[in-house]
T-cell receptor
Framework: QQPVQSPQAVILREGEDAVINCSSS?????VHWYRQKHGEAPVFLMI?????EQKGHEKISASFNEKKQQSSLYLTASQLSYSGTYFC??????????FGQGTRLTINP | EAQVTQNPRYLITVTGKKLTVTCSQN?????MSWYRQDPGLGLRQIYY???????DKGDVPEGYKVSRKEKRNFPLILESPSPNQTSLYFC??????????????FGPGTRLTVL
């Protein structure tokens, strides 16, 4: 089951904060976050494991609520370089990642 | 340099003409995977391979074939391409399966157009 990401798109000014949510209807073992810049391949950001463990990357952090089957990505004091499409990939226990439809983030100066 | 390579990067073909997209990784990764990316649908897995000679269907396998004869190579075969297979294709690899909490490394992508 493909997880649902929200919002589908967001536009920010440099320095503003954003939250991207990823919600699944199936139990999750872990959540992986990737960022894809326009015309490029997705690049790994972080993995969130069971137990609500938070992992951070630069000024990007995330959380994982396994009971609610949700993960959220927090972008603090956004920079121009954060622009791109963010994907959550969910491990639903079947030797594969199931990705959400993506959230397009645009950061303006 | 550690990388995943795909060839060709761009391909325009006609309906029914068999084609192969190659994927190779130089990181000695066990797990390899093919995805297609379509607007509004995100990344959808076509096939994956846990190791040499071990392959399995992903979420959208219809119309595709794969093989894993060597650890480094994982070609994607379209025996009779159709216009609905027009898409952006990514190959990815990781040390082991996602359940081992490994990051996936993606190739640069292959943009396929089937007329």
């Amino acid at each position: 089951q493909q997880p649902v990401q929200s919002p589908q798109a967001v536009i920010l000014r440099e320095g503003e904060d954003a939250v991207i949510n990823c919600s699944s209807s199936k139990a999750l073992y872990s959540v992986h976050w990737y960022r894809q810049k326009h015309g490029e391949a997705p690049v790994f950001l972080m993995i969130l494991l069971k137990g609500g463990e938070q992992k951070g990357h630069e000024k990007i952090s995330a959380s994982f609520n396994e009971k609610k089957q949700q993960s959220s990505l927090y972008l603090t004091a956004s920079q121009l370089s954060y622009s791109g499409t963010y994907f959550c990939g969910t491990d639903q226990g079947a030797q594969k990642l199931v990705f959400g439809q993506g959230t397009r983030l645009t950061i303006n100066p | 340099e550690a990388q995943v390579t795909q060839n060709p990067r761009y391909l325009i073909t006609v309906t029914g003409k068999k084609l192969t997209v190659t994927c190779s990784q130089n990181m000695n990764h066990e797990y390899m995977s093919w995805y297609r990316q379509d607007p509004g649908l995100g990344l959808r897995q076509i096939y994956y391979s846990m190791n040499v000679e071990v392959t399995d269907k992903g979420d959208v396998p219809e119309g595709y074939k794969v093989s894993r004869k060597e650890k480094r190579n994982f070609p994607l075969i379209l025996e009779s391409p159709s216009p609905n297979q027009t898409s952006l294709y990514f190959c990815a690899s990781s040390v082991r399966s996602p359940q081992s909490n490994n990051e996936q490394f993606f190739g640069p992508g292959t943009r396929l157009t089937v007329l």
